[in-house]
C-alpha cells in the first residue's frame, strides 16, 4: 500500500502563490508516479502535474502550463506543487495521487491512471 498525506493549502488573494506538499509512505519504491489533480465544486477531478521518481521527468497539461510546477525530493519521498500567479478559478481541492505501475506519468496526466489517493487539502482564492 501507498499512503500519501497533503499539506500547504490555504486562502490567498488572487496574483499570490502556494506550495503544496505530498509526504509519501508505505511502498514508495513501487509508487514511481506521482501527481497533482484539483477538483472543484461541481467539477470533473483534473490533471494539474505528474512526475517520474526514477528521472524527475515531469508531465503538465497543456491546460496547466506555465503557473505549476511540480517537483521532488526522493530523499524524504515527498512531492511538491509549486502554484504562482493563482487566479479564483484556481479555487479547489487538490489532491496527491500515485500510480505504481508509472503508466500515469503522460501528458494528459489522467485520474483513472492513479490507485493510491490523498484527502485533499483546500487552496482557495480570493479576488
Known amino acids: 500500500l501507498v499512503q500519501l498525506v497533503e499539506s500547504g493549502g490555504g486562502s490567498v488573494q488572487a496574483g499570490g502563490s502556494l506550495r503544496l506538499s505530498c509526504a509519501v509512505s508505505?511502498?514508495?519504491?513501487?509508487?514511481?508516479?506521482r501527481a497533482w489533480f484539483r477538483q472543484a465544486p461541481g467539477k470533473e477531478r483534473e490533471g494539474v502535474a505528474a512526475?517520474?521518481?526514477?528521472?524527475?521527468?515531469?508531465y503538465v497539461p497543456r491546460s496547466m502550463k506555465g503557473r505549476f510546477t511540480i517537483s521532488q525530493d526522493n530523499a524524504i519521498n515527498t512531492v511538491y506543487l509549486q502554484m504562482n500567479s493563482l487566479q479564483p478559478e484556481d479555487t479547489a481541492m487538490y489532491y496527491c495521487?500515485?500510480?505504481?505501475?508509472?503508466?500515469?506519468?503522460?501528458?494528459?496526466?489522467?485520474?483513472?491512471?492513479?490507485?493510491?489517493w490523498g484527502q485533499g487539502t483546500q487552496v482557495t482564492v480570493s479576488s
Open positions: 495521487a500515485a500510480d505504481e505501475g508509472g503508466e500515469g506519468c503522460r501528458p494528459e496526466v489522467v485520474a483513472s491512471d492513479f490507485g493510491y
Open positions: 512526475i517520474y521518481t526514477g528521472n524527475g521527468r515531469t
Open positions: 508505505g511502498r514508495t519504491r513501487s509508487a514511481n508516479c
